[in-house]
């Protein structure tokens, strides 16, 4: 019964993965930094980022646990696993060297090491589409 509903329940956890993921990056960021002045979207954009983080790095290794339980295709298991273990280093690493290039005011550092973090970004939600076309075929 279990193994039974572990494969929808990951496509559905990977789902969630991806469309939070997208919202984030794509909707929340650009949505602050329009609607409100730098200096607060930044303030509250570093407080988002941990806890997006987290949503990634657990939604990403329920997923691959989820299929795995399955029986279900592994290069799908190994591409959210990935991403779980990839996101790690990003927030503990990447983030807290982004934020210190902010606060030096070292524009090129921040702008090297954001786009670093944007690419990782791209490169978790397009995996994670890999997986859902893989997982819904």
Partial sequence: MIIDLARPA????????FGGMLLFAAGFAAFLFKVM???EARTLI???????YLFV???AALAALLL???G????SVVLLAVIAATTVPTRQALMPAINRATDRGDRR??????GVSVLITLAHIAAVGVVLVRLAG
């Fill in 10 to 17: 990951a496509l559905l956890v990977s789902a969630w993965l």
């Fill in 57 to 59: 790095i657990g939604t």
């Fill in 46 to 52: 570093r407080k988002a980022f941990p806890p997006f």
């Fill in 68 to 70: 795995m339980l399955a």
């Fill in 109 to 114: 550092q921040f702008a090297v090491l954001h």
């Fill in 72 to 75: 279900g295709d592994q290069r």
């Fill in 37 to 39: 002045p730098v200096a």
